[in-house]
């Protein structure tokens, strides 16, 4: 008697990411209790499923991890555009932040976030940003993956006092969420010149006590690197040092400015990067020598950073960023492979996240987190190689399902766990409520 699965789905490519670089023509994939049993050419597998998918001219590949952002501001993209980074903060964005932010801003912009991830094949994404309990909530309700990193920083905010208050209101959530799964709470200080030395010293010590992972944007720009040496004597990156943040349960973000001794520091700590190339572009920040980095095996994943900055949410726009920025700032065009994007926004950033062994490529063993992208389009065609297209053709609207943990949450572009039109009628408002102050 054939063996007995919950889901099995057919494709006429699977890309498992690993081994790297494999298409697997004509391909299925079999998952049971949420995880993969299977996967092969179709005539290689024979089981019983529950529910068999027939995708005749799609592609199946590991969910995206969006390893960096701050889902609900999404509400503000296109408020305040073509600034500098410094500026878009302090004369737009914490304003606005400081009229608006609060539990319903957070809930109805992470589900926007949310639904335009799931949309564009995410099914694991990694969050910074206030009301860290309402982005929680909308994550554990939409059913998708979360590294929910909550902000630390030193100045009152309409969500916390001071960066102990973070703290302590942060580690209050990662109790109450030790029971779901799909999500993991760690600690998202917001970068060294929002926090003093003393409250890194403290989060280095609560993150190595409870192995909980810490995200933090560190040289993003050379005027943060400039004014930090001006003010305190230190780079951002030695003060992070010094109080015993670097190692493996660190993820750093953007790192545009890095000498080669940097980048050696960084690989024998086992420090994580986090690349947001589209971010990097839109403010100016600078570019992240991923070529070095990879060359030094430095663990990789990619994020889109918020939306109100990169105005977007698809890791497929990143990984084509990705991509062009690593081949023209090393004159190069061998530089970061289509491949090699895939492999850091997925696999690469599944790693960085410390969830390598959970999610990030479709092998027996790990969890059924799958997506579907329908090649079919004129704009698609011909196909010769799927991994080309993932990369260099924009097919981001065509992702038709998503799987996460072998749940179905889209099926043939719907949302099966967050109703769209709900969604949408919130982020209208807030948009008319916003645009009229
Ligand atoms: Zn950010």
Redesign the pocket.
Known sequence: MAEKVDTLIHARWLVPVEPARQVIEGASIALRGGRIVSVGERDQISVEADEEFSLDDHVLLPGFVNA???AAMVLFRGYADDMRLQAWLDERIWPLEHAWVDQDFVRDGTELAIAEMLRAGTTCFSD?YYFPEAAARAACDAGLRAQITFPIVRFPNNWSRDADDCIHRGLALRDDLRSQRRLIVGFGPHATYTLEPKNLERIATYATELDAPVQI?LHETTAEVENAVKETGERPLDLVERVGLLGPTLQT?HMTQLTDADIETLAATDTAVVH?PQ?NLKLASGIAPIAAMRRAGIRLGLGT??AAGNNGLSMMREMNAASLLAKISNHDATELSAFDALHLATLGGAIALGLGDEIGSLVPGKSGDIIAIDLSELETQPVYNPISHLVYTACAHKVSHLWCEGELLMRERVLLTLDEDRVGAHARAWAERISKS
């Open positions: 960096h952002g701050h910074m944007h973000v947001c971010s950073d918020g």
